[in-house]
């Protein structure tokens, strides 16, 4: 009988996470997930995890904070505040030192350094959150080709009981294992949002409203909503990890759609549209969903589906679009039972108009595409565009309340109004390009 060790189960369940790394394609999301895996890995209450910024990678911003301590201390469902902040990469800090230096510190007190060292742990987070850190271990994570990424960082590991203990030799080899995978998966992830910040790209060169901060307020605000709902609705883990990742990025692809649409149109200021240059504008949403058919991956489906119908209405109204659409056919139908039909159905042509024979309506609209709408249409009212001003923040979330069962899904705007402060984090942290 062959007696499997501990240690050897313990790095074979990290081989088995290290494959679901892999598949994360969202570089936001794969690193909120490293943080989180290495902290269950060795049992920490927290830490922090940093990547490489400013114009020569002179700096490290913290990209996500968590503490199991101050999170018990929210109401159910809550977040903890996002945290905002870069520091120089020197051997001053911990995380400093380890980025500067290429090399591990394991730290049994962090209050308790010796003076010849170079760096000093900073108090200040500890003495604003009544915590107290003590053990740390901090690690670079760097590419085979030496680039650094960012740290990682854990904070306090914890025996059976919950009591902070140091970090031994086991959580080490634990995480520098999981740590050398997560870079891997990080160079992928990279290497894909690369190839998408070019794709919208494109669409902003075709439409300057479509900025690339705006579709990066709309994905972090859609990952949000989704978070909030999916704890309402009790959905399992590991569905929440597969939706979130596609929907991060499908949500960046919303009008990806307007990169058909005539110049004439698109950029048209005053007067507004008429009725037929609307219905050419409301190909958009056809169009971009044509890019992602037919789906060879889950993101491809997301994609096509919140591209297709994150302008639908929750009530059905005849303004929601463009309703049924076969991406086969490239057809609207006017009911379920019309597909043969074909004098009840009208033809789509590329860079034509879309005739709306029935809108969708309720749950017949993909969920991905109902949280977008919500993040999308909050967006454009809290900033400014050529043709209106900026709301306030009161008005602008008074109106997706006031839409709570007309033209959102009134579970989405229930999560949305929960997540008021987090939005609004994202709106202050993600400013358009003339706001900085």
Same mark, same amino acid.
């Given at each position: 009988?062959?007696?499997?060790?501990?240690?050897?189960?313990?790095?074979?369940?990290?081989?088995?996470?290290?494959?679901?790394?892999?598949?994360?394609?969202?570089?936001?999301?794969?690193?909120?997930r490293i943080l989180?895996?290495?902290?269950?890995?060795?049992?920490?209450?927290?830490?922090?995890?940093?990547?490489?910024?400013?114009?020569?990678?002179?700096?490290?911003?913290?990209?996500?904070?968590?503490?199991?301590?101050?999170?018990?201390?929210?109401?159910?469902?809550?977040?903890?505040?996002?945290?905002?902040?870069?520091?120089?990469?020197?051997?001053?800090?911990?995380?400093?030192?380890?980025?500067?230096?290429?090399?591990?510190?394991?730290?049994a007190d962090a209050?308790?350094?010796?003076?010849?060292?170079?760096?000093?742990?900073?108090?200040?987070?500890?003495?604003?959150?009544?915590?107290?850190?003590?053990?740390?271990?901090?690690?670079?994570?760097?590419?085979? &080709?030496?680039?650094?990424?960012?740290?990682?960082?854990?904070?306090?590991?914890?025996?059976?009981?919950?009591?902070?203990?140091?970090? +031994?030799?086991?959580?080490?080899?634990?995480?520098?294992? !999981?740590?050398?995978?997560?870079?891997?998966?990080?160079?992928?992830?990279?290497?894909?949002?690369?190839?998408?910040?070019?794709?919208?790209?494109?669409?902003?060169?075709?439409?300057?409203?479509?900025?690339?901060?705006?579709?990066?307020?709309?994905?972090?605000? &859609?990952?949000?909503?989704? +978070?909030?709902?999916?704890?309402?609705?009790?959905?399992p883990e590991e569905?929440?990890?597969?939706?979130?990742?596609?929907?991060?990025?499908?949500?960046?692809?919303?009008?990806?759609?307007?990169?058909?649409?005539?110049?004439?149109?698109?950029?048209?200021?005053?007067?507004?549209?008429?009725?037929?240059?609307?219905?050419?504008?409301?190909?958009?949403?056809?169009?971009?969903?044509?890019? !992602?058919?037919?789906?060879?991956?889950?993101?491809?489906?997301?994609?096509?589906?919140?591209?297709?119908?994150?302008?639908?209405?929750?009530?059905?109204?005849?303004?929601?679009?463009?309703?049924?659409?076969?991406? +086969?056919?490239?057809?609207?139908?006017?009911?379920?039972?019309?597909?043969?039909?074909?004098?009840?159905?009208?033809? !789509?042509?590329?860079?034509?108009?879309?005739?709306?024979?029935?809108?969708?309506?309720?749950?017949?609209?993909?969920?991905?595409?109902?949280?977008?709408?919500?993040?999308?249409? !909050?967006?454009?009212?809290?900033?400014?565009?050529?043709?209106?001003?900026?709301?306030?923040?009161?008005?602008?979330?008074?109106?997706?309340?006031?839409?709570?069962?007309?033209?959102?899904?009134?579970?989405?705007?229930?999560?949305?109004?929960?997540?008021?402060?987090?939005?609004? &984090?994202?709106?202050?942290?993600?400013?358009?390009?003339?706001?900085?």
């Amino acid at each position: 009988m062959i007696v499997v060790s501990e240690k050897e189960k313990k790095l074979q369940s990290i081989i088995e996470l290290e494959n679901k790394l892999n598949e994360i394609q969202d570089v936001d999301v794969l690193l909120e997930r490293i943080l989180t895996e290495t902290r269950r890995i060795v049992n920490a209450d927290a830490g922090s995890i940093y990547v490489v910024s400013g114009e020569n990678g002179t700096n490290l911003s913290i990209k996500y904070s968590q503490n199991d301590t101050q999170l018990r201390e929210l109401p159910s469902g809550e977040k903890l505040p996002y945290l905002f902040f870069s520091f120089p990469i020197n051997e001053k800090s911990i995380a400093g030192y380890v980025a500067s230096t290429g090399k591990s510190l394991r730290i049994a007190d962090a209050y308790d350094l010796p003076a010849e060292l170079p760096f000093k742990f900073n108090k200040q987070t500890d003495l604003t959150t009544n915590y107290r850190t003590k053990s740390m271990y901090t690690i670079p994570l760097k590419m085979a &080709s030496g680039q650094l990424l960012g740290v990682l960082q854990i904070i306090n590991a914890q025996d059976e009981a919950g009591n902070v203990i140091p970090f +031994d030799d086991d959580a080490e080899l634990y995480i520098s294992h !999981f740590a050398t995978a997560a870079v891997q998966a990080l160079q992928h992830a990279y290497n894909t949002q690369n190839m998408v910040r070019r794709m919208l790209k494109m669409s902003e060169f075709r439409d300057p409203k479509e900025t690339y901060p705006h579709v990066e307020r709309v994905s972090n605000i &859609s990952l949000e909503i989704y +978070d909030r709902w999916a704890f309402n609705n009790n959905v399992p883990e590991e569905e929440r990890h597969k939706f979130r990742d596609n929907l991060k990025i499908a949500a960046k692809f919303h009008d990806i759609g307007k990169v058909g649409v005539s110049d004439i149109i698109l950029k048209k200021q005053f007067p507004r549209f008429t009725d037929d240059e609307r219905n050419i504008m409301k190909g958009h949403t056809c169009l971009g969903a044509m890019l !992602f058919y037919p789906p060879e991956s889950s993101l491809d489906e997301m994609a096509a589906d919140v591209a297709l119908h994150h302008h639908e209405r929750w009530d059905g109204n005849e303004s929601g679009y463009p309703g049924k659409f076969d991406l +086969d056919k490239l057809v609207t139908y006017s009911n379920e039972n019309d597909a043969g039909a074909g004098q009840e159905n009208t033809k !789509f042509q590329i860079g034509g108009a879309v005739v709306v024979k029935r809108p969708l309506k309720g749950n017949e609209i993909p969920l991905a595409a109902r949280i977008v709408a919500v993040a999308d249409v !909050f967006d454009a009212l809290s900033h400014r565009r050529c043709y209106k001003d900026a709301w306030s923040m009161d008005d602008a979330f008074n109106m997706i309340q006031s839409e709570a069962g007309k033209q959102f899904d009134p579970e989405i705007v229930l999560a949305f109004m929960k997540i008021r402060e987090r939005v609004i &984090s994202i709106l202050t942290h993600i400013p358009d390009d003339e706001e900085v």
